[in-house]
């Protein structure tokens, strides 16, 4: 059976909103009014509003060869979402604009729709408005989120004090190793079309590349045992470059040690196979969304009760750099490898 293919231009500009927001329902009390009129209005009652923007474009940050729209709607709103989360705040709505080329049926859009109502569920976030537009080659997203916070718990990168731990959640590396397994079956793609890709069951890498979480629970688990870091931000581009945005702006210098830095087992196994060093991906591969935070040492009991978290290191006076301490007992300079959206640092 053929897929059906609507054109964009039957529905007009209008008609199209009306068709890809039909079935969204408020879910927050602070969205007073959503999409439909000229601006949206959002009342959050006495908290403070964290605002975060990203821009997503196709040939720079996704591939549509081996990204479904699906998870690519599912990804544009979580990457904005971890933002929020990094300042400790709750996101409560976003507002999406898209621009896209002729190629795009009403069907992939759907689908690319479906990936952002599922996050926006998952998250209990509002679509509050946004835009929609003709490019003249490809797909570009642009995702705004707001959340809430209340005043005293905001936390900033600039905090961070001497002797403070400095904490990670969940596992590093593993989305630029899933990235290096899709690059390389697109590449034998292009060569051999005929032959069919081998993902090698890397399930766990791929999925952190095309479908990573925003780190909510973190969050909530700071709210439920009483912990307020003292700086915070997300691991978007990579952990060395993360650590050093913290101690910049807090002044600070920091030491971390190799053998705390968290990679996931399947991700370790994979870099083995390809050669890469699994503390090199960890530092200098980027998208993994995970927090990093730095908390005062007596806080250290409560942390140790979530698992999700590893200390990685701790933070030192500003004239004593930033070093890491390898499993050999020997000591460098973190230097920032990380992802750089103008060019490969």
Same mark, same amino acid.
């Given at each position: 059976m053929e897929?059906?293919?609507?054109? +964009?231009?039957?529905?007009?500009e209008f008609g199209l909103i009306d068709h890809l927001t039909r079935n969204f329902e408020i879910q927050n009390a602070s969205t007073i009014l959503?999409?439909?009129?000229?601006?949206?209005? +959002?009342?959050h009652f006495g908290k403070q509003t964290v605002i975060s923007t990203d821009m997503l474009i196709e040939g720079i940050h996704f591939d549509l060869m081996y990204t479904p729209l699906k998870h690519l709607g599912y990804k544009s709103v979580v990457v904005n979402l971890s933002d929020i989360? #990094? !300042?400790?705040?709750?996101?409560?709505? =976003?507002?999406?604009? =898209?621009?896209?080329?002729?190629? *795009?049926?009403?069907?992939a859009l759907d689908e690319f729709y479906n990936g952002v109502y599922a996050a926006c569920e998952q998250y209990n976030v509002d679509l509050i408005g946004g835009d929609t537009s003709t490019s003249q080659k490809g797909f570009i997203i642009s995702v705004t989120a707001l959340g809430e916070v209340i005043p005293e718990k905001m936390v900033k990168r600039s905090g961070a004090k001497k002797g403070d731990l400095l904490c990670v959640s969940g596992f590093l590396g593993g989305a630029f190793l899933g990235l290096t397994v899709l690059e390389r079956e @697109? @590449? =034998?793609y292009l060569e051999s079309p005929q032959v069919q890709p081998d993902l090698g069951n890397e399930e766990y890498i791929i999925g952190r590349l095309l479908k990573p979480e925003a780190r909510k629970d973190i969050v909530e688990f700071f709210e439920s045992a009483g912990i307020l870091p003292s700086s !915070? !931000?997300?691991?978007s581009? %990579?952990?060395?470059?993360? +650590?050093?945005? +913290?101690?910049?702006?807090? &002044?600070? %210098?920091?030491m =971390?040690?190799?053998?705390? $830095?968290?990679?996931?087992?399947?991700a370790r196994r994979y870099a083995? @196979? $390809?050669?890469?060093?699994?503390? #090199?991906?960890?530092?200098?591969?980027?998208?993994?969304?995970?927090?990093? *935070? /730095?908390?005062?040492?007596?806080?250290?009991?409560?942390?140790?009760?979530?698992?999700?978290?590893?200390?990685?290191?701790? $933070? /030192?006076?500003?004239?004593?750099?930033?070093? $890491?301490?390898? @499993?050999? %007992? &020997?000591?460098?300079?973190i230097v920032a490898q990380g992802w750089n959206a103008f060019g490969n640092a």
């Open positions: 897929n059906k293919r609507t054109e +964009i231009t039957d529905l007009g959503s999409i439909g009129d000229d601006g949206a209005v +959002i009342d989360y #990094a !300042m400790n705040a709750n996101p409560t709505s =976003i507002t999406l604009s =898209i621009a896209f080329s002729n190629r *795009f049926s009403l069907e @697109k @590449k =034998i !915070m !931000m997300d691991v581009d %990579g952990l060395s470059s993360e +650590i050093m945005h +913290i101690c910049k702006q807090s &002044n600070v %210098g920091c =971390i040690y190799e053998d705390k $830095i968290p990679v996931h087992d399947d083995y @196979k $390809i050669e890469l060093d699994p503390t #090199a991906c960890a530092l200098s591969g980027g998208e993994d969304y995970e927090l990093l *935070f /730095t908390v005062p040492q007596s806080e250290y009991e409560k942390l140790v009760l979530n698992e999700n978290i590893s200390v990685i290191g701790y $933070i /030192t006076d500003v004239e004593e750099g930033l070093y $890491i301490t390898t @499993k050999g %007992g &020997n000591t460098h300079k």
